[in-house]
T-cell receptor
């Protein structure tokens, strides 16, 4: 009964390095989302997916790419990390876009130095 | 651009006090408003509101939505130290949730 699992939980990157954050859900949810959370700014949507093979941009997509090759997985990539991408990243999923709340992962704390 | 604003930014109270947290919004194609509690890690779901004037309750927490005035409140009565958290309001419009900046509540013994 894992729900939404994010890996890794912590990471430190040097400016210019790349990395991929993995989000996996076992609830057969159609919709998946990547958010970033910065102090005092709530959560801001980076990218989202409404089904396997589909992705769309959210509020702050620049510097990030995503892929949803399998329904249960949603990957967030940083091609060339910048200090401005230091944040806590949350993945979330939902079964139905109208009638259900989101289930969140436990977050990934990323520091770019 | 969709906008969700929460107030106050932070609040310090003593155990037993009652608190009211506010959330106002400006969005197109409103679907629902959600409240989350965030302690150290992931936000956990509290309420989803879709209709005006219908209070949702869960123990000491309650919430109501006013779709005419575009706001919601979250009330917590008889606060306990375990209520200390960031409370997030989010509005669903279309496929996405737009979050407010949160209210940080600290309950002192």
């Amino acid at each position: 009964n894992a729900g939404v699992t994010q890996t890794p939980k912590f990471r430190v990157l040097k400016t210019g390095q790349s990395m991929t954050l993995l989000c996996a859900q076992d609830m057969n949810h159609e919709y998946m989302y990547w958010y970033r959370q910065d102090p005092g700014m709530g959560l801001r949507l980076i990218h989202y997916s409404v089904g396997e093979g589909t992705t769309a941009k959210g509020e702050v997509p620049d510097g990030y790419n995503v892929s949803r090759l399998k329904k249960q997985n949603f990957l967030l990539g940083l091609e060339s990390a910048a200090p401005s991408q230091t944040s806590v990243y949350f993945c979330a999923s939902s079964y139905d876009r109208l009638n259900y709340g989101y289930t969140f992962g436990s977050g990934t704390r990323l520091t770019v130095v | 651009e969709d906008k969700v604003v929460q107030s106050p930014l932070s609040l310090v109270v003593h155990e037993g006090d009652t608190v009211t947290l506010n959330c106002s919004y400006e969005v197109t194609n409103f679907r629902s408003l959600l409240w989350y509690k965030q302690e150290k890690k992931a936000p956990t779901f509290l309420f989803m509101l879709t209709s005006s004037g219908i209070e949702k309750k869960s123990g000491r927490l309650s919430s109501i939505l006013d779709k005419k005035e575009l706001f919601s409140i979250l009330n917590i009565t008889a606060t306990q130290t375990g209520d200390s958290a960031v409370y997030l309001c989010a509005v669903r419009a279309g496929n996405m949730l737009t979050f407010g900046g949160g209210t940080r509540l600290m309950v002192k013994p």
